[in-house]
């Protein structure tokens, strides 16, 4: 029995054994990036699902479309041109099993092995799992406060021989309240890498799970819907304003990529789950998503405005954190002094967890640097968790 | 924008085009591989959706393990053990999107570029879809009235030069009800082929989505429950026995081998939709599955009954066809002037539909071949199609 070379290459997801110790009792987690179970609408669930068994039974519950449920992609479609402005057709929608999927399937149908992907350090450690399975290798970008150094990746690719530059296959950016840097990438920033995406030819994958948990100031526009090339291929999910364990995301692309995209899903699961995807299509038509997720967001800016009151009270000089907009995490620099990834079992006594960052950069740094979640922790358990943290950073002082 | 070199190797399933048009108002369709739409039992789902999320719901609607619901993992392996004399454990069992995402992450973990799956002519079209996703190369062997020619296979095994036949990554079989053929492989030929697999250390992936649906005879072992060299990776679906809709398949394997396919499902979508398997738990569970699948394989087994009646009398001298056991398709063999994709378009005016047999076919033959679905169509429809069909036959011959 002799396993394919790219087994070699893939990782369990650093952080899922960290996980794992985060869900013991008594244990306050910051280390997760789960919604609150508190955010889901449980009872309307139950009565839209209830609506669908008995009205489209059926439907729901046989084959679907590999594309998606036509209505629900038309639902979609009208709902990115209407909240987004990003001008987009059934055809050019492809409904997933989760964001998650986008990035596998954009993965599968442009990286051959040792091509290159344009992550930004930190970044999501999922897509890293993604874009691995696969036999990525990184071309990394670091960032500031207004998100991906687009100059910094600007030069690399000047420096970059053509033919060295033709391997990279897109640029990964999560533009709003950035995971896990809680970063919003800045109006001219955007431009810019749209620019650079045109002048190079290379497409951008936007994922954007958290644009509609904004808790202050104004939306800014996604590059999907300034994009005239057809280079930036767009992605979105219902995990955070709906539910992750329904595992509905979608992309909106060019049409041409939406074709390649549903025939390289065919062969990885025919398609997404029917039910659910008739459950959130109307949840969107009745309204109740935007009746929703402002409900979402008032529980979510209340915690993170708990968790910023806290780090100040408790953390001590020296350390630093970003101050997101929006979005379910805030990323925390310590004293260079400080190995969080050692510092994690100590944390673990004191019954507090959260990731350590070099589990998000795939350059080896980050060692000094934490992501705290604030969506999954009352506003009680946010004060007394970075306290706990804060009370044990102070000790390594 | 320059994509993978895969996706020239990748294909929109053949029978795609045809399927859509024999959705057509009034087409008799025996074209697809649906259920029966009365074979869901609605109102029970109905249920078991508002039990689990009355007493399940923050759990049911959040993010999951990537390998699947703990309880429903250990069900699903409680069943494998009485049902199957599969012995195993929760950790043998990984929970999927679907079977058809078992084809994919197996493929993932196996199969690099150019290396070799062992498949039967005809075979499930979704398969070869999820092999050449990954550019599979095919070693191709005929089946008669016992399935796969295992004598086929060893020749050519033995024919091979080691380093070649070490770039053989899986034998895949479908060893009940065989999609499109609707043949069973026989006691001998089961314990032949774990014979060979073990020789030459070739694992096998038995997929076995219709063993539920036996109409008559007694069930053979399954090759997993004869494994003892952890070399067979058993899947089954649940979309035969409840809905495909919910999108939930298993795989059965030895540990080492769950833990692989699980870090490779990480990465392409997180974990399968959480509520449908609290539902499908419950439907185990609760007994309800065992009541209600004998209502299913009444229903489907007078279906074959009375296509099978319907080709003795509508169809022509020169015609044969196989008798199934059990499953949702027949295989018919027309006298060989007949091409059954050129035929396609009159049986289509005749408002009548079946997928040509070379569709299954990686080796070019099957032109004179057709898959016909019993299980979709009622009596009187099928009686009514078949004679459709029979008589266009008539006429070209």
Redesign the interface.
């Known amino acids: ?7 070699k290459e ?4 650093e952080i899922r054994k960290f996980m794992e110790v985060s869900i013991r009792p008594g244990m306050i987690s910051f280390a ?4 609150s ?1 508190h955010s ?1 609408p ?1 009872k309307e ?2 009565r839209l ?2 609506k669908v ?2 009205n489209e ?8 479309a590999t594309e998606g449920v036509r209505e629900f992609r038309r639902t979609i479609a009208k709902r990115m041109n209407k909240k987004l402005k990003i001008k987009c057709k059934e055809e050019n929608v492809l409904i ?3 964001s ?2 986008v ?2 399937l954009v993965t ?5 092995p040792r ?1 290159l992907v344009v992550v930004e350090v930190p970044t999501y450690i ?1 897509a890293l ?6 036999q990525s290798k990184f071309l990394t970008v670091g960032m500031d406060s207004e998100g991906m150094k687009v100059d910094e990746l600007e030069s690399k690719l000047r420096e970059m021989n053509k033919k060295k530059r ?1 391997r990279i ?1 897109f640029i990964y950016s999560i533009p709003n309240f950035h995971n896990p840097k809680g970063i919003t990438l800045s109006m001219e920033r955007r431009k810019h890498l749209l620019e650079i995406s045109k002048k190079y ?3 951008i994958l936007e994922d954007d799970p958290y644009i509609e948990l904004r808790y202050r100031g104004k939306t800014l526009p996604t590059m999907k819907s300034m994009d005239k090339e057809g ?1 930036v291929i767009y992605t979105s999910t219902f ?1 955070k304003i709906l ?5 509905l995301g979608w992309v909106v692309a060019d049409g041409e990529l939406i074709k ?1 995209l549903s ?2 899903k ?11 995807q008739y459950i959130a299509n109307e949840y969107i038509k009745t309204g109740l998503v935007d009746k929703h997720i402002p409900k979402i967001r008032k529980m979510y800016k209340k915690r993170e405005e708990v968790m910023l009151e806290s780090l100040e009270e408790y953390f001590p000089d020296g350390c630093e954190w970003t101050k997101p907009d929006g979005g379910m995490f805030l990323w925390v620099t310590l004293p260079k002094k400080i190995n969080t990834k050692k510092m994690f079992n100590e944390a673990i006594k004191r019954k507090v967890a959260y990731i350590h960052g070099a589990a998000f950069c795939v350059d080896g740094s980050g060692y000094n640097e934490m992501r705290l979640n604030f969506s999954n922790q009352d506003e009680n358990n946010i004060r007394e968790g970075i306290k706990r943290l804060g009370n044990l950073i102070k000790k390594k002082l």
């Open positions: 029995m002799k396993l394919a070379k790219r087994v893939m990782r369990e997801s997760g990036g789960l919604p179970p889901f449980i669930i139950e699902s209830i068994l008995k039974g059926t439907m729901a519950l046989q084959y679907g997933t099993t989760g998650q999927q990035l596998d599968k149908i442009f990286v051959d091509d999922g799992c993604s874009f691995r399975n696969y033709e296959k030819q290379i497409p280079l995990s539910s992750p364990g329904l595992r390649k025939m390289a065919q062969g990885t699961d025919l398609s997404t789950n029917v039910f659910s």
